[in-house]
Structures are given as C-alpha cells and as structure tokens.
C-alpha cells in the first residue's frame, strides 16, 4: 500500500513537476504528494532548502477524507491529489512543536504520531476544498495558474524585496487589475498577504533554528524597523517572537530535512532529526 508524502517548506523553493503541470512551493506551503505519483523536483536556487516531510499510510488518507468527503474518498485510487497548499500560521507553530518534539529524546512517540496526523487531517481539509476533483482531471484556467506561480517564483527568490503590484505585473506578462484578481481567485489571498505570510514563515524558521537576533531577522526579510516585525508576527501567530522561540527552542538541534513517520510501517526511522 503506497504511502503519501506531505512535504512542508521551510526554505528555499521547490518547483514540482508532473507532467506538463509545474507548482512552485516555498515557505508558505506543504506539498502533498500521492503515493505512485510521478513527481520530479527541481531546486531553481544555489542556497539549498529545507523542509519537513510527513508520511502517511494511504489507509489513514482515506479515512480523513472519509469525514469530509465520503464520495471522493471511495472513488479515488489516489485520494490526495498533487496539491500545493498555503498553509496558515498556526498550521506553521503546530509544525515546529512536532519539529521540537521530534527532537526531543524524552517525548513519547503516540503524542509525536497524534500531533503529526493532526496537522495532516488540516491540510487534507485545505486540500479537498481546493483540489476536491480527480487527479486526472486538468486544472482550470491553465494560463491563469501560470501567471500565479510565476508570481509565486518571483517572490520567493526574493522575499525581502519591495516590489509593487505594477512591478509584479509587468515581470510576469499580466496587468495589474488582473494580476490582483488572478492570485486571489487561484491561491485564496491578496498577493500582500501571500508575501507576510512568507517572510514570517521564513522567520519561524530561523527563530526555531536557534537566532538570537531578531531585529537582524526582521531586517533581512524586509521589514520597516524591529516593531514593524514584531507587530506584524504577533498578528499573525497570537505571540511575539521571542514567546515562539522559547516555545521551540529545541528545535535548535534538529536537522535540515526532517521526516515523520505518522502512520502505517517505516521505510526509515521513525523520526530523523
């Protein structure tokens, strides 16, 4: 029985390929990937990525879907379509605890196993009311979703930078009353919120990788002053960063790429950290 990845970026950028379909991903989305998929990932950028990366058991898949969509999931041979799903800041916190815990040689393995299927069961939800059609069926608006992960590339080369919706528009071939309607329409939220979103999920993950410094933090990820950054996380995640990083401070020691078994048997260690 195949298992499905959920891959969460927490660095860099991962462009997925399937076929003619191209989805770019970085630190504001989870890749799922369907168990006998054929996926080929490419790395556009030289400064190497990280991410953390759940499996799960096909079984366990089906029996998520099962509560939200009973139909689909005896339907489907393949129950999560290739999707890439824009996670939202507590989904992010949620994913460093279970980093923390993964570290952490004291923590029982069950809460490690429920924590993770929690996250999951979240993201098959977001999933379903996104991709809730079969695999082979083709996208919609094809040229849309173009311009949309273009835009998506654009700003994950280079997260800090300030660029306007005209700036956009024009890298990417569109005008900027369709750009705007465009992204929203295809990702669920303006393009100025995609960007915060990706900056802080950017900074989540150096604060749980162990920096101290985070106007330096702040800075880098193109945020107007130290309060600027602060205001904006504390919006975002319902506490400063400095309450987060004593939250997962011990996340510090675990590794680059990170993998969880949730469900069914391991083809690795259960937790690699």
């Known amino acids: 029985m195949p298992q499905h990845e959920f891959v969460f970026v927490r660095r860099g950028i991962f462009v997925t390929h399937v076929g003619r379909r ?19 990932f490419s790395h556009p950028t030289d400064d ?30 393949c129950p999560v379509p290739l999707a890439s799903v824009v996670v939202t800041p507590p989904m992010l916190l949620q994913l460093h605890s279970l980093r923390a815990a993964s570290g952490d040689p004291g923590a029982e393995r069950l809460g490690i196993e429920e ?20 695999p082979k069926e083709p996208a919609p608006h094809r040229s849309s979703a173009d311009i949309v992960e273009s835009v998506k590339y654009v700003l994950a080369r280079n997260p800090a930078a300030a660029l306007s919706l005209t700036d956009l528009a024009q890298m990417v071939g569109a005008s900027p009353f369709r750009l705007a309607r465009l992204f929203r329409t295809e990702v669920g939220l303006p393009i100025h919120r995609y960007h915060l979103r990706l900056r802080l999920g950017l900074a989540v993950d150096r604060i749980a ?17 130290h309060s600027h950054f602060t205001r904006a996380f504390r919006v975002a995640f319902g506490q400063p960063p400095s309450a987060v990083r004593r939250s997962i401070r011990g996340t ?6 990170t993998k ?11 937790v690699s950290v």
Request: aromatic share 4%; glycine share 8%.
């Open 209 to 225: 990788a162990g920096e101290e410094n985070l106007s330096a933090i702040g800075h880098d990820l193109g945020f107007a002053s």
């Open 252 to 257: 510090r020691r675990a590794s680059r790429h």
């Open 260 to 270: 969880v078994n949730a469900s069914g048997p391991a083809t690795f260690p259960a």
């Open 48 to 77: 190497g990525d990280t991410y953390t990366a759940i499996e799960v058991s096909h079984t366990a898949i089906r029996e998520v879907i099962a509560r939200y969509q009973p139909r689909l999931a005896d339907a489907l041979e």
């Open 115 to 134: 924590s993770a299927l929690g996250l999951i069961e979240a993201v098959v939800r977001m999933a379903q009311a996104v991709y809730g059609r079969s």
């Open 22 to 40: 191209r989805l770019t991903a970085d630190s504001n989305h989870v890749l799922c990937v369907s168990g006998g998929t054929p996926v080929r």
